[in-house]
């Protein structure tokens, strides 16, 4: 189970930190990303991150997102900074693991990013 929170609304040229708790050992999971969503559009994925720690960005969050993980705390993080209203949109965690004898997708339940120009 995930569970995402810290959306809200920002200015553009602000920071919000997002949060997603996971029900088990972060350590265990093969990639967590957070995907994001914005109205009348697809999901596209935002930030990866590998149970080695290796990271990925889409160019159009590099250089201003960063995703990081607390493993004590089986919590994933999305830090957004230099955000801009085009960043509006609900955001997800996702975690994609090997569990019950198959490759599974997890999904946290979204939380809304509202920034304002």
């Known amino acids: 189970q995930l569970q995402a929170f810290g959306g809200g609304l920002a200015q553009a040229g602000g920071s919000l930190r997002l949060s997603c708790t996971v029900s088990?050992?972060?350590?265990?999971?093969?990639?967590m990303r957070w995907y994001r969503q914005a109205p009348g559009k697809e999901r596209d994925v935002v930030a990866i991150?590998?149970?080695?720690?290796?990271?990925n960005y889409p160019h159009s969050v590099k250089g201003r997102f960063t995703i990081s993980a607390d493993n004590a705390k089986n919590t994933l993080y999305l830090q957004m900074n230099m955000l801009k209203p085009e960043d509006t949109a609900v955001y997800y965690c996702?975690?994609?693991?090997?569990?019950?004898?198959?490759?599974?997708?997890?999904w946290g339940q979204g939380t809304l990013v509202t920034v304002s120009s």
């Open positions: 991150r590998s149970s080695d720690g290796g990271t």
């Open positions: 088990r050992k972060i350590t265990s999971i093969t990639v």
């Open positions: 996702n975690a994609y693991l090997w569990d019950l004898g198959s490759w599974e997708n997890y």
